[in-house]
């Protein structure tokens, strides 16, 4: 690994086999899979008599213990069914966290190499800064530019400098921050990342049924789905009445049952269905209430996805039409000012203060468009974590030498 250029791809491996907080968290799924066996096995059955005080109580102890190992055998089976569903949700979170640390670790990438790109293209405007004042010095000894002139070459060439110092810092935290997501260390840190980031591609590569493939594929809805399954199984509720959407029981809908019948409302085109159980032959309360904050719970947290899902496919479409406005209309255009910015200055008839202030347009005219192709690549990151899930914030900024 180094001395090596990596892709985004390579990164996003390395994280995942390295990154000790996934690591922990495959650990605590082992711990889970224990935890089920043990629920398996179950206890073994004993009876145990402290043969002390009177016969009365030695009987109540007796019949107090076989009761429990009883209880015990007769509920193993719904335990184990429990315990089973428990660990595939602790299999679902190790996986979100995979998915973020994936997208995560992708977003750092883009941050980096973006930032790279930015510090790129302010040393190539020092570089042409230093040699215009050059000249400028050459010219002010020989008559040819008055000292104004000379200084406004030397203060935009000192400007540059300045910004291109920062750039370049910002590009080694910004690579430092990857190198800390790929839980690299000692002599494996000196690895390098690309120049600048991949063109920008003809349309966004993203799907337009996003919301149907989130609702299908987060991760954290179907840990919602086991969570309902669980209550239904703990609380033993199997008369399964019908399915409602997300959309209706997030909105408040009330069931109504009127000699054994539901009513309810008609579901959507993209539908999430959340199973609903009868459970007004429950006689605690608590499991009631158990149930219905569990399926309130995933009705939400689908509504949740349906939203990260359409936000995430009009920030990547419209990040997209940004990023081309920039590489389509004004960086051609910024090309022809300087182009004829310098046939004028050549042929005398500008100043240098206003070549100075066409080749600083010009300059953020480029660092515009930059940013604008990284906040796309961004965005399809976004993408990614919309469809799969995991808590991902939506960009950072930090990272190291190139």
Do not use: C
């Not at 935009?156 to 990857?178: D, H, I, M, N, T």
């Not at 399915?243 to 009127?258: C, F, K, P, T, Y």
């Not at 203060?353 to 005219?365: N, V």
Request: glycine fraction near 8%; charge should be negative; charged fraction near 25%.
């Amino acid at each position: 690994m180094s001395g090596k250029t990596i892709s985004s791809d390579t990164a996003v491996q390395v994280a995942l086999i390295n990154n000790r907080g996934l690591q922990a968290s495959f650990a605590e799924l082992g711990l889970s899979s224990g935890d089920l066996w043990e629920v398996a096995m179950g206890p073994v059955p004993t009876v145990g008599v402290s043969v002390s005080g009177i016969a009365g109580d030695v009987t109540r102890t007796l019949e107090a213990t076989l009761i429990n190992s009883l209880l015990d055998l007769a509920t193993s089976r719904s335990r184990t069914e429990i315990g089973e569903i428990r660990f595939r949700q602790a299999e679902l979170a190790a996986l979100a966290e995979s998915i973020a640390l994936a997208v995560e670790t992708r977003q750092a990438w883009i941050e980096a190499v973006g930032a790279f790109e930015a510090a790129a293209l302010v040393a190539e405007a020092k570089g042409t800064a230093e040699a215009s004042s050059e000249l400028a010095s050459q010219l002010g000894r020989t008559g040819a530019m008055n000292r104004a002139d000379q200084a406004r070459e030397y203060a935009f060439s000192a400007e540059l400098a300045g910004e291109e110092a920062e750039a370049r810092l910002e590009a080694q935290l910004a690579k430092q921050r990857l190198i800390r997501l790929m839980g690299l260390w000692g002599s494996d840190v000196t690895v390098y990342v690309p120049d600048a980031l991949p063109p920008l591609p003809g349309s966004p590569r993203t799907a337009s049924d996003i919301e149907r493939l989130a609702l299908t594929n987060r991760v954290d809805l179907a840990s919602g789905r086991l969570e309902l399954e669980a209550v239904a199984r703990e609380y033993r509720l199997t008369g399964q009445t019908y399915m409602i959407s997300d959309v209706e029981l997030g909105a408040g809908l009330e069931i109504e049952r009127e000699n054994s019948e539901t009513d309810k409302g008609p579901v959507l085109d993209i539908d999430f269905e959340i199973p609903l159980y009868d459970t007004g032959g429950l006689v605690s309360k608590r499991g009631q209430m158990a149930y219905l904050k569990a399926a309130n719970t995933l009705a939400q947290q689908a509504i949740d996805a349906r939203s990260e899902a359409r936000m995430a496919h009009k920030a990547v479409t419209g990040r997209h039409a940004v990023a081309r406005h920039w590489r389509d209309e004004v960086l051609p255009l910024r090309g022809e000012i300087d182009e004829e910015a310098l046939k004028s200055y050549s042929g005398m008839i500008t100043s240098t203060f206003e070549l100075i202030e066409d080749a600083r347009d010009g300059l953020e005219a480029q660092l515009g468009a930059a940013e604008a192709k990284r906040d796309y690549w961004l965005a399809e990151t976004m993408v990614t974590a919309a469809i799969w899930g995991g808590e991902v914030s939506p960009s950072a900024g930090e990272g190291d030498d190139e």
